[in-house]
């Protein structure tokens, strides 16, 4: 699976669009752009994924850069409960060694403030 | 529908003893992985279980095994607990291979000592 980039962290005031920045340049053709969230003391939680197109869905809006090598997960309208460690995973969607694994950087730490 | 449940919650065992965690997967979902985490190595693999078979696995030593019975529950053990075996361990359940993402569940939080 590609390795990925992302910000340490970043702060965002609440009502504003919190805009999260991955960079994966060596990612592959048959590769999908996966977010995920992790607040304090729980599971991770799946956000949004996408191939090659925008997508959207009522948690955030994933843009992908033509040449899919960094995206931009967007929050139009952050509350103080979208404080978070923020997760951008590479990995193809189905077979062989992708079964069940997903590969975890240190992700982005987003702080809302009020 | 319900989601991901594990148990227990949280767990205390000494050096040496064995442990033995459960995760019960969203109905219908067929796989299950199971996660390691701590603060200095992060979210690590452990393996992936679908229709009581191992698919995948991380790189973890032998001490750590898992299983999944035929309503896809599936429970994973750690025999001789060492001090830094101290983490949270989660499991995330999926239909098929996760094209659409996984679900995870709250994990047990695991104390050695």
């Known amino acids: 699976d590609a390795k990925t980039t992302q910000p340490t962290s970043m702060d965002c005031a609440e009502g504003r669009a919190a805009n999260l920045p991955c960079n994966h340049s060596?990612?592959?053709?048959?590769?999908?752009v996966y977010w995920y969230r992790q607040i304090h003391s729980q599971g991770p939680q799946y956000i949004i994924h996408?191939?090659?197109n925008n997508e959207t869905n009522e948690m955030a809006s994933l843009i992908i850069t033509e040449d899919r090598k960094s995206s931009t997960l967007i929050l139009p309208h952050a509350t103080l409960r979208d404080t978070a460690v923020y997760y951008c995973i590479v990995r193809v969607g189905t077979g062989g060694t992708s079964y069940g694994k997903l590969t975890f950087g240190q992700g982005t730490i987003l702080t809302v403030h009020p | 529908k319900a989601g991901v449940t594990q148990t227990p919650r949280y767990l205390i065992k000494t050096r040496g003893q064995q442990v033995t965690l459960s995760c019960s997967p969203i109905s219908g979902h067929r796989s299950v992985s199971w996660y390691q985490q701590t603060p200095g190595q992060g979210l690590q693999f452990l393996f992936e279980?679908?229709?009581?078979?191992?698919?995948n696995k991380g790189n973890f030593p032998g001490r750590f095994s898992g299983r999944q019975f035929s309503n896809s529950r599936s429970e994973m053990n750690v025999s001789t607990l060492e001090l830094g075996d101290s983490a949270l361990y989660l499991c995330?359940?999926?239909?098929?291979?996760?094209?659409?993402?996984?679900?995870f569940g709250s994990g047990t939080r695991l104390t050695v000592v």
């Open positions: 279980y679908f229709s009581e078979t191992q698919r």
């Open positions: 996408g191939l090659k």
């Open positions: 995330a359940s999926s239909q098929g291979q996760g094209r659409n993402g996984y679900t």
């Open positions: 060596t990612i592959s053709g048959n590769e999908y």
